[in-house]
């Protein structure tokens, strides 16, 4: 059932399941939590997760598109964006997912 989850996720129904368990007086249990997690929480973090993802991407591409901008002594705007999609966006998500993730 928990096999789908991150390593993030796997430590915020963790965190979750301490609140439960602290709130009763008793330890719930981690499938309990998982479930409470799953229906009332995971889609926020997941959105909130991802939100964050993109911002970082797209500093990231407008720091690129400034750069070979400032190169090119011209505005290259969506040419130097999809440069770094084409040749950069695959590393970065590797960067991103090995630092911020998991």
């Given amino acids: 059932m928990t096999e789908t ?10 965190r ?22 799953l229906e009332k929480h995971a889609e926020p973090y997941r959105r909130e997760t991802q939100a964050r993802m993109l911002d970082m991407q797209r500093e990231e591409i407008a720091r690129h598109t400034w750069i070979e901008s400032e190169k090119a002594n011209r505005d290259l705007g969506r040419e130097a964006a999809l ?11 590797t960067w991103y997912n090995a630092t911020y993730a998991d």
């Avoid at 989850?5 to 963790?14: G, I, N, P």
């Avoid at 440069?83 to 998500?93: H, I």
């Fill in 83 to 93: 440069d770094w999609v084409l040749n950069y966006a695959a590393q970065w998500r």
């Fill in 16 to 37: 979750h399941k301490y609140c439960m368990s602290s709130a009763s007086g008793y330890d719930v249990g981690f499938e309990v939590a998982y479930s409470d997690w």
């Fill in 5 to 14: 989850l991150t390593v993030s996720e796997r430590r915020e129904v963790e």
